[in-house]
């Protein structure tokens, strides 16, 4: 059973980025600022001043992007929580920025043999993988998540722990 997952390197997911902006209470936010990419699914990467600072993903097949950053980007959407206060401590200038990896770009970033992934288990894995890869500062937990991810797959146990045996050597 062979299980591929290819992460662009930092610098290449920050280059392609889009402007996002906070909506304090009583702002309005809207998905505009994503461009085409607000109907979309996938992975999307939050970075500021050329740090990442989060990496999230869409979740389901009714989850967009536009619906899923207006609860991160938006204090009453997010009710102030989860990483909204972090974003809300940002100094802009800079801009924070997202920049997006869809479904269909996964599908080809997330590769397996003899085992069978659908399109939001594939963006499960690239997320797990991408938030080991960029050491996000609003996340450190991304051993905890990747074991978790990988059980709730199904991947075997021995397959799961040389897997995150791989990711703990590259740090």
Same mark, same amino acid.
């Given at each position: 059973?062979r299980?591929?997952?290819?992460?662009p390197?930092?610098?290449?997911?920050?280059?392609?980025?889009?402007?996002?902006?906070?909506?304090?209470?009583?702002?309005a936010?809207?998905?505009?600022?994503?461009?085409?990419s607000?109907k979309?699914?996938?992975?999307?990467?939050i970075?500021?001043?050329?740090?990442?600072? $989060?990496?999230?993903?869409?979740?389901?097949?009714?989850?967009?992007?536009?619906?899923?950053?207006?609860?991160?980007?938006?204090?009453t959407?997010?009710?102030?929580k989860?990483? $909204?206060?972090?974003?809300?401590?940002?100094?802009?200038?800079?801009?924070?920025?997202?920049?997006?990896?869809?479904?269909?770009?996964?599908?080809?970033?997330?590769?397996?043999?003899?085992?069978?992934?659908?399109?939001?288990?594939?963006?499960?894995?690239?997320?797990?993988?991408?938030?080991?890869? $960029?050491?996000?500062?609003?996340q450190r937990?991304?051993?905890?998540?990747?074991?978790?991810?990988?059980?709730?797959?199904?991947?075997?146990e021995?397959?799961?722990?040389a897997?995150l045996?791989?990711?703990k050597?590259?740090?």
């Amino acid at each position: 059973m062979r299980l591929t997952i290819d992460i662009p390197d930092p610098q290449q997911a920050i280059s392609r980025a889009c402007p996002v902006p906070l909506a304090t209470k009583g702002m309005a936010w809207t998905e505009a600022c994503l461009g085409e990419s607000a109907k979309l699914t996938g992975v999307y990467v939050i970075h500021h001043g050329g740090s990442i600072k $989060y990496v999230g993903k869409t979740g389901s097949p009714s989850m967009s992007y536009g619906m899923r950053l207006r609860r991160e980007f938006q204090e009453t959407a997010s009710s102030g929580k989860h990483i $909204y206060p972090k974003l809300a401590l940002l100094s802009v200038p800079p801009e924070i920025k997202v920049s997006f990896f869809s479904a269909a770009e996964i599908e080809k970033l997330v590769v397996t043999d003899e085992l069978s992934l659908n399109s939001f288990e594939k963006i499960e894995i690239f997320e797990t993988a991408a938030i080991h890869a $960029y050491q996000p500062e609003f996340q450190r937990h991304h051993v905890t998540r990747m074991r978790t991810q990988l059980r709730k797959l199904k991947i075997p146990e021995a397959a799961a722990e040389a897997m995150l045996s791989v990711f703990k050597g590259n740090r």
